[in-house]
């Protein structure tokens, strides 16, 4: 299921509401607040506490607030430092930038899935793990989804984001696939790329 580590899940319904819900541009579709996904390979037994649930979704409220309000130090800092490395903050900055430029201003993130495991045999280290799925869309781009993978070291409380994935069609390309070649051509296109989001459904506020 998710690129980096995770493999089947078994899923339990217990209701938990995040304190911040509602907070910021991050929206929770119904299911995560009503579902527990667990992967297959995780510590037999295991579920995240209350406590783990709420952590990584504030990671990701915070991660992704402080992206929207030009605050990139502060979100280059919440990642792992196994994902620092790979990337200066002078290039974090100019991704997100030029994203920026070219998407136009947020109209929203929505989570729609949480995926967790700990301590499975592929993880890079052990600890806790959850992958957020996530479809958004911005004043320039209608079709967007991706993932949020954090991490919660085995005695650590705060979560870290380890990756980010995100994939789009901005409007503009999809307009000019549309009038060259149909609107099929357009959902071929979004279909190749939302097939790198695990989970993804069409948003009832996609065009």
Not at 153 to 161: D, E
Not at 186 to 196: D, I, M, P
């Amino acid at each position: 299921m998710k690129p980096l580590f995770f493999t089947a899940m078994l899923a339990t319904a217990i209701g938990i509401a995040p304190p911040w819900a509602g907070a910021g541009a991050l929206e929770l579709a119904p299911n995560v607040t009503d579902e527990i996904n667990v992967t297959t390979d995780s510590s037999p037994g295991w579920m995240p506490t209350a406590d783990q649930r709420q952590g990584a979704l504030a990671a990701v409220q915070s991660f992704l607030d402080a992206v929207q309000h030009g605050r990139y130090a502060d979100a280059y800092g919440m990642q792992n430092p196994a994902v620092v490395h790979a990337q200066t903050l002078l290039q974090f900055t100019q991704y997100e930038q030029d994203f920026r430029a070219l998407s136009g201003p947020l109209k929203f993130w929505r989570v729609t899935k949480v995926t967790w495991t700990k301590d499975p045999v592929q993880a890079p280290f052990p600890g806790v793990y959850a992958a957020v799925d996530l479809v958004s869309q911005f004043a320039n781009v209608d079709r967007d989804c991706g993932f949020i993978v954090v991490y919660q070291p085995p005695a650590g409380r705060v979560f870290s984001i380890l990756r980010r994935e995100n994939n789009y069609l901005d409007n503009a390309s999809a307009r000019t696939v549309e009038q060259n070649q149909g609107k099929a051509e357009v959902a071929k296109v979004w279909g190749q790329l939302s097939s790198y989001c695990p989970n993804y459904v069409v948003s009832p506020d996609q065009p």
